[in-house]
């Protein structure tokens, strides 16, 4: 048997945090229950670091986890969620692990200075819909417009977005400044 300290842990699965938290968003749609289920997978991996026979084991056995422990944040808070069948969350977790990861902290990063270039109220509604989890017609409630103009604002707003960071990345890149 192949024994993990706590450090090798940690080292083995940082690289894999981001797709994992995206894998937890995926299902419980909320970036907070995100976190915690990440953060309660690497408790129970760590509670376990002796059964692992070696870091692929880790690997594959802390993505189980993190989707089990989904499902039960799921049913603890009674959502009416519609879960994805079994085989769908395997096709999900495979692309997931078979991307590619060495520029998401550039692309974050981006994200975060592309972000604050918006209006204010842009940032509110992706606020609302991002992080709060509201669907598009309670962010429509809440902001007293039509679910209509919601939509179209925040397909406006991906693609302010999308073009940002695309500017920052190619910045990056050539060395040239980016606007």
Not at 65 to 79: A, G
């Amino acid at each position: 048997m192949y024994f993990m300290d706590h450090s090798e842990i940690l080292k083995i699965l940082m690289p894999e945090r981001t797709k994992q938290i995206a894998l937890a968003w995926s299902i419980l749609r909320q970036s907070h229950m995100s976190e915690d289920a990440y953060q309660d997978m690497l408790a129970k991996v760590l509670a376990n670091r002796g059964i692992f026979e070696g870091p692929q084991h880790l690997r594959d056995w802390s993505w189980k986890v993190l989707r089990n422990r989904c499902y039960e944040l799921i049913r603890q808070r009674k959502y009416q969620m519609t879960l994805l069948d079994e085989s769908i969350l395997n096709l999900v977790d495979a692309e997931l692990e078979s991307r590619d990861t060495s520029d998401v902290a550039l692309r974050a990063d981006a994200l975060h200075d592309c972000l604050e270039g918006l209006s204010e109220r842009a940032r509110e509604t992706i606020r609302m819909r991002y992080f709060e989890g509201l669907r598009g017609k309670q962010v429509a409630e809440k902001l007293g417009r039509k679910p209509e103009a919601v939509y179209k604002a925040l397909q406006r707003t991906y693609t302010t977005l999308a073009d940002c960071i695309q500017r920052k990345l190619t910045a990056l890149e050539t060395g040239a400044p980016s606007s």
